[in-house]
């Protein structure tokens, strides 16, 4: 799916702002104004609407959540049409037009489009209503516990809890913009190349979806703006001599699709794109045929006062905090990032894992998160679960978003599912093939492991390309045992690797939770030296191994949770806190990660 972008034939208008607000009941029908109702409020949009209202019952609200704002159209020309786009919606959306249903998405975090009828066009003013419903439970992904709570005064109310350990966020979390294209316009461009053996040239083939036109023109550029190949779809185009988007160091073409009618120009996209090589071979994950160790960060979409809401000054600051400390990549953990994020990553060489919002698969999570908590129920994740169909959807909906990211080494099908219950085998496989055939670049597709799904226990591994483990010996287990966890921890990697010799293992998380200022001379968790000593303990085993390909660390920064026993206002696992002050442990990470390289650690 194309960003909106303006260019010769493409105009692109923002819908930010202010908007009217209210949660619970409301009917738009062309007649009527949420304006109007006396409990309605303002809003703004993007942003998650929980903190900015200040109001405990609305902040835990559970239900639809409506949004309204009136607008003048421009003019549309006649040969030309109206597109309502969102960059997400969480988590399921309904749009009316003058009270007319015109669209709806489920699905939290990817972006969806309504096309405007020559009725909507005719309409002044017309009235944009979006219900923003933020309901999860077995269907839904992420996946919550829902239930209807029976209140003293006769009232139901909804409550979601989160089967996965960050606040449900909600609202428009993602920009709305109106933009106008071509009616015979391009509707989507994929980039495919092929590199030579030597990585030194390459033939790039871009398919183009489009409406019927009399010609299509390819034309690939470089970064001064220069034409270097031009040729139609599905043809081969020839670059000599290419330059690599490497990790740190991108560098970025411009793919220029143009639609023409004749002589004239009837659409005009550019699509920017990084040649590179992925490829997973020998336990190793190599990057452009070089062996590449991940040094970052599982991350969260999290900032004070916009929640979940997009931080672009967050996101900039997050990577240029993250290069600084000598880190290279992130996970999206635990849901596609915004567009914005994926394309700055793509022109900051930051490496990225790409995950869908599959999290919470498995049964009774906060139960077994909480260690006090009693299990009175075998788990029984793959039958109560019947998220198969929104799971396909996001798998399709994220490839088609972020298909040409060079920035996007490698898909995750989930995470920490309960891959080691029966049922699990037959659950996944289908959506990690659905995964490969739908990416033309091919790249690995993994799953990333509980630490209940241990070798020999676990019923995917087998299917996936990168053994991804999110593990913490030292804090779950071993709490304050670093010695045994040392142990534990190199037993269990050996374990791993017996049964995958030809498959790279990195950790997507590790972490302990601490909270700045907080000091000991001895072992104690949660202050900063414990911090550090753990991350110490870790490293000691990964740099033993020469199949261990990476490590990122849980979490770039603390983050909010629902509220449990084990989280203190928040998960604060960060090496950052929320507000991205330094813990003691950045300056031992920055030491750490500086002296290693991002290509050839381990040869
Ligand atoms: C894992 C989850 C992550 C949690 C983390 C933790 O993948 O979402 O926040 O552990 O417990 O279970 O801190």
Not at 179 to 198: A, C, F, G, M, N
Not at 355 to 362: C, D, H, I, K, W
Not at 385 to 409: F, P, S, Y
């Amino acid at each position: 799916m194309l960003y909106p972008q303006l260019s010769a034939k493409r105009k692109v208008y923002d819908l930010n702002g202010l908007w009217q607000f209210k949660q619970g009941n409301y009917a738009p029908n062309g007649q009527n104004r949420l304006s109007d109702d006396p409990e309605s409020e303002l809003m703004v949009v993007p942003t998650s609407f929980n903190d900015v209202l200040v109001d405990k019952d609305k902040r835990l609200f559970i239900g639809d959540n409506w949004y309204e704002r009136v607008i003048d159209l421009p003019e549309i020309a006649e040969d030309e049409e109206a597109v309502l786009r969102f960059g997400s919606v969480t988590h399921q959306a309904k749009v009316y037009l003058n009270g007319r249903l015109a669209g709806e998405h489920k699905g939290g975090f990817t972006p969806f489009e309504v096309v405007l009828t020559e009725k909507d066009l005719a309409e002044k003013p017309l009235v944009l209503s979006v219900c923003a419903n933020n309901e999860l439970n077995y269907t839904t992904l992420p996946v919550g516990n829902y239930l209807e709570k029976k209140m003293p005064d006769g009232r139901i109310k909804k409550v979601v809890k989160e089967n996965f350990d960050f606040f449900n966020y909600a609202g428009i979390h993602r920009p709305v913009k109106l933009y106008t294209r071509p009616k015979h316009h391009i509707e989507d461009i994929i980039v495919q190349y092929e590199l030579s053996d030597d990585l030194k040239s390459a033939e790039v083939m871009v398919k183009v979806e489009a409406g019927a036109v009399s010609k299509v023109v390819v034309s690939i550029l470089d970064e001064t703006g220069k034409v270097l190949a031009q040729g139609a779809p599905d043809q081969a185009l020839v670059l000599e001599s290419v330059t690599l988007w490497q990790p740190l160091k991108a560098y970025l073409y411009t793919c220029r699709v143009e639609l023409f009618d004749g002589d004239k120009l009837v659409d005009r996209y550019d699509e920017a794109f990084g040649i590179r090589k992925v490829e997973v071979k020998n336990a190793q994950f190599l990057i452009n045929d070089q062996p590449f160790y991940f040094k970052g960060f599982g991350k969260h979409e999290d900032t004070y006062i916009n929640g979940r809401g997009l931080n672009e000054a967050a996101n900039l600051m997050d990577l240029n905090l993250l290069k600084d400390i000598g880190a290279n990549s992130f996970r999206t953990s635990h849901y596609p990032y915004s567009e914005e994020m994926m394309r700055l990553a793509d022109r900051m060489g930051i490496v990225v894992i790409d995950e869908v919002p599959a999290v919470g698969l498995f049964q009774n999570f906060t139960a077994a998160l909480d260690l006090l908590g009693d299990k009175a129920e075998p788990d029984n994740t793959w039958t109560v679960m019947k998220t198969k169909e929104a799971h396909e959807a996001v798998i399709r909906e994220l490839v088609k978003r972020d298909k040409n990211h060079a920035c996007v080494v490698m898909w995750v099908v989930a995470n920490e599912p309960s891959s080691h219950e029966a049922g699990a085998r037959e659950y996944f496989e289908s959506l990690i093939q659905l995964y490969r055939d739908l990416d033309q670049q091919k790249r690995p597709v993994t799953l990333v492991n509980i630490m209940m799904a241990m070798p020999g226990k676990d019923l995917v591994a087998d299917l996936i390309d990168v053994i991804c483990l999110n593990r913490y010996y030292g804090w779950y287990k071993d709490h304050a045992e670093l010695e045994d966890a040392k142990v534990h921890l190199k037993q269990e990697l050996e374990d791993w690797h017996r049964l995958y010799p030809d498959k790279p293992i990195m950790f997507t998380e590790y972490g302990a939770d601490t909270l700045p200022g907080y000091h000991s001379l001895w072992d104690i968790p949660y202050t900063e030296e414990y911090q550090c000593d753990y991350y110490k303990a870790n490293h000691e085993v990964f740099d033993s191994l020469p199949y261990f390909v990476g490590e990122q660390v849980w979490n770039f920064a603390d983050f909010e949770t629902n509220v449990s026993l084990i989280r203190v206002k928040g998960n604060h696992k960060g090496l950052f806190s929320r507000n991205r002050d330094p813990k003691q442990v950045v300056r031992l990470f920055k030491e750490r990660w500086t002296a290693i390289p991002n290509l050839g650690y381990k040869p």
